[in-house]
């Protein structure tokens, strides 16, 4: 499995050809590739945490192909026990070393749940609340502060506050993911998508890591 830091290059590349609309052209999606997955089994060199929003796929916006990225998707890119647990899995089981929680600007997940603390919001359903119970802890100090006049500002800071408790919740939220960060080179990184431009902006990894 290559280290955390060769992954994330990995990611950074695959970006920058998105971006320039310069796709690999020997991306692996084939049918050839399909038969010696199916035959030899998975080794995704990534994890990536996302968010629903049909506008942020993970492997057409870092370009990769079949085989290449463990992709778990949620509105809000929220981490509650089933996020752990897939993460947990993929890193164990594949002995993959890099997690990347991938939010994304206008994000409706967190517009929605900025709506419900200023009361504007309908009255929402019972699983759709159980996503902005969620997202709330992380959004709901920057309402008490000047940005609550500034409605863009606030829910570019509500996203990006959004996917740092994502971080942090990996990081520290499970024994396992922990032994692997202190013992084994994984590396937890947020990290956001910008539906402007297409670039992902990766946020600092923990000193030392990876
Ligand atoms: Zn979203």
Partial sequence: MIPAREALERLREGNLRFVSDARNPDLLTGHTRRNELAAGGQEPFAIILGCSDSRVPAEIVFDQGLGDLFVIRVAGNIVAASQVGSVEFAAARY???LVVVLGHSQCGAIQATLE???QTADHQSRNLRSIVDRVRPSVEALLATEL???PEALVRQA?????RVSTNHLRHGSEILEQLIEGNGLLVV???YS???GLVEFFDGPPGAG
């Fill in 95 to 97: 002995g993959t070393r």
């Fill in 116 to 118: 419900e603390l200023q």
């Fill in 148 to 150: 609550r006049h500034d």
């Fill in 159 to 163: 996203v990006r506050a959004n996917i």
């Fill in 190 to 192: 947020g990290a956001e």
């Fill in 195 to 197: 539906l402007e431009t």
